[in-house]
């Protein structure tokens, strides 16, 4: 007789609390983090939820340590993530950038608040957009996903650290305040519908094990410290075997396969959400809590005859040009709100290049765009 499966279940959690939830299904049993407003939650949860599943937290002295942690622990084989806003996330830059060229899968999940410096710790804000792709110094790919609702929050944590540890990178996940601390009822599927990926481990004996190696896939399998295989961790642009180089080949090589890796899988990583595009004239593009009051004006656009329609944007970079230009080309416009001053609107326009008109609905003040601004907008258009 075979067992009956248990299903999955409903609760009630807010966004950081379901960030949590996605990181524990995913296999995270690392966290490093140092409270800050508004993603002390996840800290707070973290540091009673890991230890019961035989996962360690510690809380550090700032933010640098933090991912330094992360890094560490990620190194030694174990999944790991931490947590911060804007302040803590200006911090994490050096090391993020070490993650990337020493090709260390970890998650960094960034609650955006008012900026810059301490600006609006307990309001809203999508400012730190630009700076997850190119807050660190240096030319590197990077992903970055966005989240919308509580349910967004688990999925793609999960989904974070799966392409973490596929394309051995880091992956930072955008949230913003009300994102963060919106309570709404979610599933939590059981472990068996979860697709968790591990990193490749490598199938050779020790001695032929060469930790940078280039493949069809660009992405090398990475051991765990400890096990045998052992090699060369550095910040500096290195050979196959770990090792600084000033050999242009060398160098060359190596960092095409690093943009390879992300853009020859560029169709697996892009993700968009649409809804009502299929004959949309007008269509708004936002992503984060903004998305949220846009799929209400959407709807109300259609009750008033208008045919409107919504793309949340989900992964931010690489930007999902190949399923935005297609929608570019059918619309009469498009409005982009966010809560900056336009900072994916910049990338927008640049894919769009003249096809459509694209007007701006920008907030700084760190209140959140209501759905009857979009609306207000949409019937000016």
């Known amino acids: 007789m ?14 950081n609390e379901a960030v949590v939830e996605g990181a524990l299904a995913a296999g995270c049993l690392f966290f490093a983090g140092y409270p800050i407003t508004p993603a002390t939650e996840i800290s707070e949860v973290m540091s009673y939820r890991l230890p019961a599943v035989d996962g360690t937290f510690i809380q550090m002295e700032d933010e640098i340590a933090s991912l330094g942690a992360v890094i560490g622990a990620s190194l030694a084989g174990v999944k790991s993530m931490t947590a911060t806003s804007g302040p803590g996330f200006s911090l994490m830059q050096e090391n993020l950038g070490f993650a990337c060229v020493a090709e260390v899968p970890c998650v960094v999940v960034n609650v955006m608040r008012g900026g810059p410096s301490t600006g609006l710790p307990t309001n809203v804000s999508q400012g730190d957009v630009m700076q997850s792709r190119w807050g660190t110094h240096g ?6 996903l966005a ?8 999925s793609l944590t999960l989904r974070a650290f799966n392409l973490s540890e596929k394309y051995r ?14 309570r709404e009822k979610i599933y939590l599927p059981h472990p068996d519908e979860i697709e968790v990926i591990d990193r490749i481990r490598p199938n050779m004996p020790p001695d032929w094990y060469i930790p940078y190696e280039d493949n069809s896939r660009g992405v090398p399998p990475m051991s765990p410290f400890g096990e045998g295989y052992r090699y060369h961790v550095t910040g500096l642009v290195h050979d196959v075997r770990g090792f600084p180089t000033q050999r242009s080949e060398e160098i060359v090589g ?13 169709f697996d990583i892009q993700q968009i959400g649409e809804e009502m595009i299929e004959d949309a004239e007008l269509v708004v593009m936002a992503y984060g809590s903004v998305s949220r009051s846009a799929r209400r ?23 999902p040009r190949q399923a935005v230009e297609p929608i570019l080309r059918q619309v009469r416009a498009v409005l982009v709100p966010e ?14 290049q003249g096809q459509t008109r694209i ?17 207000t907008r949409l019937l000016r258009m």
Do not use: Y
């Not at 075979?2 to 966004?15: D, E, F, M, N, Y």
């Not at 989240?147 to 688990?154: E, I, K, L, N, W």
């Not at 809560?339 to 769009?352: D, P, Y």
């Open 339 to 352: 809560l900056n001053m336009g900072q994916m609107s910049r990338e927008i326009k640049r894919v769009n």
């Open 147 to 154: 989240a919308s609702t509580t349910q967004d929050c688990f």
């Open 169 to 182: 990178t880091p992956v930072i996940l955008l949230l913003d305040e009300v994102v963060a601390h919106t």
């Open 254 to 266: 190596f960092m095409n396969r690093l943009f390879r890796k992300i853009n020859q899988n560029f």
């Open 359 to 375: 007007e701006t609905l920008n907030r700084i003040d760190g209140s959140l765009i209501g759905p009857n601004e979009i609306l």
């Open 2 to 15: 075979t067992a009956k499966r248990s299903p999955g279940r409903q609760v009630l959690l807010q966004g």
């Open 139 to 144: 030319d590197h790919p990077i992903i970055v």
């Open 297 to 319: 004006a959407v709807r109300e656009a259609r009750e008033r005859g208008i045919k409107a329609g919504l793309v949340q944007l989900i992964s931010l970079w690489p930007f």
